[in-house]
C-alpha cells in the first residue's frame, strides 16, 4: 500500500502562484506514473498534468503555459507549481500514482479569489 501525501494548497489571489507537493510512503517512486488532478464543486474530476517514471509531461490545455509538473525520485515527491492562478482554477487538487495498481491522496484545496 502506497501513501500519497499532498500539500501547498491555500488561498491565492488571481495571478498568483502556489506549489503543490505529493510526497509518496514508501521507495520504487521512481516507477511509477504521477499526476495531478483536481475537482470542483459540481464537476467530474479532471487531470491537469501527468508526468511518467521516464520523466515525459502532459498538460491540460487549460493550464498549459501556466503550470509546471515534476518530481524528485531522491524525495520522493511529485510537484505542480502552478503560475498565473484563475479563479476557475479553484479546486480540490489530487495526487494520484500508478504501477501495478493506482493510488490517490486525500486531496488538498486551492482557491483563487480576490
Known amino acids: 500500500q502506497v501513501q500519497l501525501v499532498e500539500s501547498g494548497g491555500g488561498l491565492v489571489q488571481p495571478g498568483g502562484s502556489l506549489r503543490l507537493s505529493c510526497a509518496a510512503s514508501?521507495?520504487?517512486?521512481?516507477?511509477?506514473?504521477m499526476a495531478w488532478y483536481r475537482q470542483a464543486p459540481g464537476k467530474e474530476r479532471e487531470l491537469v498534468a501527468g508526468?511518467?517514471?521516464?520523466?515525459?509531461?502532459n498538460y491540460a490545455d487549460s493550464v498549459k503555459g501556466r503550470f509546471i509538473i515534476s518530481r524528485d525520485n531522491a524525495k520522493n515527491t511529485v510537484y505542480l507549481q502552478m503560475n498565473s492562478l484563475k479563479p476557475e482554477d479553484t479546486a480540490v487538487y489530487y495526487c494520484?500514482?500508478?504501477?501495478?495498481?493506482?493510488?490517490w491522496g486525500q486531496g488538498t484545496q486551492v482557491t483563487v479569489s480576490s
Open positions: 494520484k500514482g500508478s504501477w501495478l495498481s493506482v493510488y
Open positions: 514508501r521507495a520504487n517512486f521512481g516507477r511509477y506514473n
Open positions: 508526468i511518467s517514471s521516464g520523466g515525459s509531461t
